[in-house]
């Protein structure tokens, strides 16, 4: 099974940074994902990570340490259309390659 | 255009009524998947398919069937819809199981009452 958890809600201002912490239990890690969803709208794809570090793209970033089972989103220059839900994902190849969701971070950006 | 389409996208129904909600993904995707959201518990896996005439059950497929006769196509079948069976139903796609990104559909809104 996977237990991953991930703050409720976060509150940041524009132009600032932000870091959503993920952590997760899981017997057949295979991959750590990053979605944003808003309001009402299907999930879309923002970053992957297997192996350790860090992975950089445009203004978010992903950190994973499988030793530690931990990953965090980093947003930079955070914009009002940031706004949105954060879905840390686990991929599981012991459940045939199952993504399995944590419950979000409804982050709100503030001018 | 590269996309998964689910229809309806929204959809009020009685208890026992049955009724299926399509999926199709225009991507020859081999990996399809079914989840539903719902306040306070995020997404869920209800089934699955890593391939055509493959599926299997994910996270809370009570009450839901599929099929998988076509590569393109993952219908959700709801035998005889409950009220708790209410919820936000996403479809996704990606190229094989193991692909770093899954595409998801539009949603389709469930209420059953």
């Known amino acids: 099974g996977q237990n991953i958890d991930q703050p409720t809600e976060m509150t940041a201002t524009e132009g600032a940074i932000v870091q959503i912490n993920c952590t997760y239990q899981?017997?057949?890690?295979?991959?750590l994902f990053w979605y944003q969803q808003h309001a009402g709208e299907a999930p879309t794809f923002l970053s992957y990570?297997?192996?350790?570090g860090l992975e950089e793209k445009g203004r978010f970033s992903s950190f994973l340490s499988r030793s530690k089972g931990y990953s965090y989103l980093l947003l930079k220059e955070l914009q009002m259309k940031d706004s949105a839900s954060y879905l840390c994902?686990?991929?599981?190849?012991?459940?045939?390659?199952?993504?399995?969701f944590g419950k979000g971070t409804s982050l709100l950006v503030t001018p | 255009e590269a996309q998964v389409t689910q229809n309806p996208r929204y959809l009020i129904t009685v208890t026992g009524k049955k009724l299926t909600v399509t999926c199709s993904q225009n991507?020859?995707?081999?990996?399809m998947s079914w989840y539903r959201q719902d306040p306070g518990l995020g997404l869920r896996q209800i089934y699955y398919s890593m391939n055509v005439e493959v599926t299997d059950k994910g996270d809370v497929p009570e009450g839901y069937k599929v099929s998988r006769k076509e590569k393109r196509n993952f219908p959700l079948i709801l035998e005889s819809p409950s009220p708790n069976q209410t919820s936000l139903y996403f479809c996704a796609s990606s190229g094989q199981a193991s692909a770093y990104e899954q595409y998801f559909g539009p949603g389709t809104r469930l209420t059953v009452t």
């Open positions: 994902a686990v991929r599981d190849l012991n459940s045939g390659y199952a993504l399995n």
């Open positions: 899981t017997s057949g890690f295979n991959g």
């Open positions: 990570n297997v192996l350790d």
């Open positions: 991507m020859n995707h081999e990996y």
